[in-house]
Nanobody, 117 residues
Framework: QVQLVESGGGLVQAGGSLRLSCAAS????????MGWFRRASGKERDIVAD????????YYGDSVKGRFTISRDNAKSTVYLQMNSLKPEDTAVYYC??????????WGQGTQVTVSS
């Protein structure tokens, strides 16, 4: 069973930075694509970024390109999301997810990020 635990959320002023972490259980973490998603109040959940199992390939949503960086440490079974130049519109609950068998089927509990103007 896969367990994902996010941390690092909080309240930050616009222009500030936060670093989210997602620690995973499971001996095959290094074989999973990992993603960060977010859901703002009243909106659908959107993908923020994802990273291939080796870390060699990344994807970013248009709204975060150039500001957010996804990375992973397979030795620590952890994926990170460095968020810089934060904007009020980045306010959301952020979730990490593991893509196993081609499906994002394992999700963390989420961590709140609030950006004040």
């Amino acid at each position: 069973q896969v367990q994902l635990v996010e941390s690092g959320g909080g309240l930050v002023q616009a222009g500030g930075s936060l670093r989210l972490s997602c620690a995973a259980s499971g001996r095959t973490f290094s074989g999973w694509t990992m993603g960060w998603f977010r859901r703002a109040s009243g909106k659908e959940r959107d993908i923020v970024a994802d990273i291939s199992s080796s870390g060699g390939t990344t994807y970013y949503g248009d709204s975060v390109k150039g500001r957010f960086t996804i990375s992973r440490d397979n030795a620590k079974s952890t994926v990170y999301l460095q968020m810089n130049s934060l904007k009020p519109e980045d306010t959301a609950v952020y979730y990490c997810a593991a893509q196993i068998g081609g499906v994002y089927g394992s999700w963390g509990q989420g961590t709140q990020v609030t950006v004040s103007s």
